[in-house]
Nanobody, 122 residues
């Protein structure tokens, strides 16, 4: 079992920045691929970014150049640095983990956090 706890969400104006954190516990963090997804009201949960166990990253087109995913295996934490935020980035952001691989499909992840709300005002 892996437990994931997100933090760092909040209210920010358009053009601002936030850094989300996801603290993991329970198993060897470095063996897990990590991802961020988001879900806006009335919409399906969608892929944002992934980072595999070796540090390779992949992003959804709509966040490329604005968001950066990173991990610190010494702190068992994955981060999502979000810059140039837009009102359409408003959503609950979820952290995900899986030992098998990093995928854009939400069904491919075994473990999920509870989510953290990000609200971007115009």
């Amino acid at each position: 079992q892996v437990q994931l706890v997100e933090s760092g969400g909040g209210l920010v104006q358009a053009g601002g920045s936030l850094r989300l954190s996801c603290a993991a516990s329970g198993r060897t963090f470095s063996n897990y691929h990590m991802g961020w997804f988001r879900q806006a009201p009335g919409k399906e949960r969608e892929f944002v970014a992934t980072i595999n166990w070796s540090g390779n990253t992949y992003y959804a087109d709509f966040v490329k150049g604005r968001f950066t995913i990173s991990r610190d295996n010494t702190k068992n934490t994955v981060y999502l640095q979000m810059n140039s935020l837009k009102p359409e980035d408003t959503a609950v952001y979820y952290c995900a983990a899986d030992p098998r691989g990093a995928t854009v499909r939400r069904t491919g992840w075994s473990y999920w956090g509870q989510g953290t709300q990000v609200t971007v005002s115009s």
